[in-house]
């Protein structure tokens, strides 16, 4: 098994576990590797600090948010030459996020700004940065991962990233909340070469998804191209291990094939981040 999105301490807001604690949990699991991420931190470091003398493969990228001053290629660079697997857009300071009240670090630090970011054609101006990023992401053979972009922003980003080279992308959690994208559009990015991410912390929080709709979201994309991933870490949750379980559990009870969901949490996962 290889969870692709796990959240850890230290962080922004409270965590279960840290990034020891994280990792020693996979490797009680018989987990092969995991994704360390963070809405405000480069995990790079963090990864290679917590798999130190780990059985398992332990990864960390970047996620573009405000701590970054949004899409900067220079910190792009900075993480993939350390080591970073993966590079996201927009996360919690995505214009999707504050549009949907969610959570954000400005709401917690008032005194920072009320900034959000976005590519076109939300904002035309971003277009030049975006291509530097793909260009980078497509050098280092890392995954571009969408974020909490909105559906129309995936649309033009991801020929843009095709034609840059870029041959791992990621639709993350796109039946979330943000970018609530229609599974039709989700199997359409899909068949264009992209995968598309289902979460435990969607069927654990998210208002409205039940076991019925994302084993229908999956079914719509083809268990080929679905990554099953916990982004869990969150005090109320359960560990990684347990929540993607849950989620296994959840889908099969809906009458989707056992075994292929393993291989959303396993194969399909690792291949597409391990070089």
């Not at 405000?66 to 900075?78: F, M, R, Y």
């Not at 996020?97 to 959000?116: D, F, H, M, S, Y």
């Not at 843009?160 to 791992?168: E, F, L, N, Q, T």
């Not at 009458?255 to 292929?260: F, T």
Request: proline share 7%.
């Amino acid at each position: 098994m290889f969870d692709l999105h796990v959240h850890a301490a230290p962080d922004v807001t409270d965590r279960r576990a840290d990034d020891i604690d994280t990792v020693r949990a996979y490797v009680a699991a018989g987990y092969t590797g995991c994704v360390l991420k963070a809405h405000y931190e480069s995990t790079v470091g963090r990864a290679h600090t917590a798999g130190r003398d780990r059985p398992i493969r332990v990864v960390g990228g970047l996620a573009l948010n405000q701590h970054t001053g949004g899409i900067n290629p220079a910190a792009v660079e900075a993480a993939l030459r350390a080591g970073g697997r993966i590079v996201w857009l927009p996360t919690a300071d995505a214009h999707t996020q504050e549009t949907a009240g969610l959570p954000r670090l400005c709401g917690v630090a008032p005194r920072l700004p009320r900034q959000t970011y976005a590519i076109p054609p939300v904002d035309e101006s971003t277009a030049g940065a975006v291509r530097q990023v793909c260009t980078l992401v497509a050098e280092a053979d890392a995954v571009l991962a969408t974020g909490h972009l909105s559906a129309a922003e995936i649309a033009w980003l991801l020929p843009v990233a095709k034609a840059a080279g870029v041959r791992r992308l990621l639709l993350t959690h796109p039946s979330y909340t943000v970018p609530a994208m229609p599974a039709r559009q989700a199997a359409q990015f899909c068949a264009d070469g992209a995968y598309a991410e289902i979460t435990a912390f969607q069927l654990l929080h998210q208002p409205g998804a039940t076991p019925a709709m994302l084993a229908a979201f999956a079914r719509e994309v083809g268990l080929d191209r679905v990554v099953l991933s916990s982004d869990t870490g969150q005090p109320d949750s359960p560990s990684a291990p347990e929540a993607i379980e849950l989620l296994i559990d959840a889908l099969a009870g809906q009458g989707l094939d056992r075994k292929r969901l393993r291989a959303c949490a396993s194969d399909i996962p690792e291949s597409l981040v391990v070089a």
